[in-house]
């Protein structure tokens, strides 16, 4: 597979995982702990908005991965 093909299906599997996540985030943040504590929302919010790194990592990586 080539780069240029790699960074196509990568970009769609990054819009894919970004949508996912913010959905699941959303659904989450309903819980009525969640809703009933300031602090509880702020940490939970600072945790989903940089959680989504972690599995994007491995897709970036393997986008820029040279042709072989």
């Known amino acids: 597979m080539t780069i ?5 299906f ?3 599997f ?3 995982l970004a949508a996912a996540w913010s959905l699941a985030g959303m ?4 819980i009525p702990v969640l809703a009933n504590s300031g602090w509880l929302q702020a940490i939970f919010y600072v945790v989903a908005g940089m959680g989504w790194v972690l ?3 491995p897709i970036v990586s393997w986008m820029s991965r040279p042709d072989r």
Not at 4 to 8: E, L, S, V
Not at 27 to 30: E, F, K, N, T
């Open 14 to 16: 990054l819009l894919l």
């Open 55 to 57: 599995p994007a990592m």
């Open 10 to 12: 990568g970009a769609i």
């Open 4 to 8: 240029r093909t790699r960074k196509f």
């Open 27 to 30: 659904a989450v943040a309903q």
